[in-house]
């Protein structure tokens, strides 16, 4: 069993690989932007953290066990269903760069510790690669730190 989700470039972020499988669509906006995917027998929650409706986007993907999956299904209410998956987000986990027309076009396994420095940053550095003719969102990089550091 692996300790984080594999994801593939290229791949859509609701179903982030090959062998990954879309269980569950807790939230859309035109697509799913928070849900579980299933890989190996492991569940994932995955959510849009910044750049909702944009060419560019930023998700993570954080191993989600039974009863935090059962927390945001019985949750009503936006409050209680934030609170729920503020509680469900796990380390180590994925950030991945979403670019329309592209898929994932970078990630990058985060824990605890390198969430809001290192990792964050050799994320962006990889996504400076592909960015070419592409505007990245206002404020892109300091929601993924805003959302990370409340992980």
């Known amino acids: 069993m692996r ?3 594999s994801v593939q470039r290229g791949a859509v972020p609701w179903q982030p690989a090959n062998d990954a499988e879309l269980v569950a669509t ?19 929650l995955f959510r849009c953290v910044s750049g909702h409706g944009s060419v560019v986007t930023a998700w993570t ?22 609170a729920a998956l503020r509680s469900a987000a ?8 979403v670019a329309e027309g592209f898929g994932i076009v970078a990630s ?9 420095s290192e990792a964050t940053e050799r994320l962006f550095r990889a996504f400076d690669e592909w960015r070419d ?4 969102p206002e404020g892109t990089r300091q929601d993924v730190e ?5 992980t």
């Open 3 to 5: 300790p984080v989700i």
């Open 133 to 136: 003719g592409w505007r990245v």
């Open 26 to 44: 807790f939230n859309k906006f035109n697509v799913p932007t928070i849900g579980v995917v299933r890989q190996d027998g492991v569940e994932y």
């Open 90 to 97: 796990r380390f180590p986990a994925v950030l991945a760069i």
């Open 108 to 116: 990058e396994t985060i824990t605890a510790s390198s969430a809001t």
């Open 61 to 82: 993907y954080g191993r989600l066990d039974h009863d935090r999956r059962a927390a945001i299904e019985a949750a009503e209410g936006r409050e209680a269903i934030d």
């Open 146 to 150: 805003l959302a990370l550091a409340s």
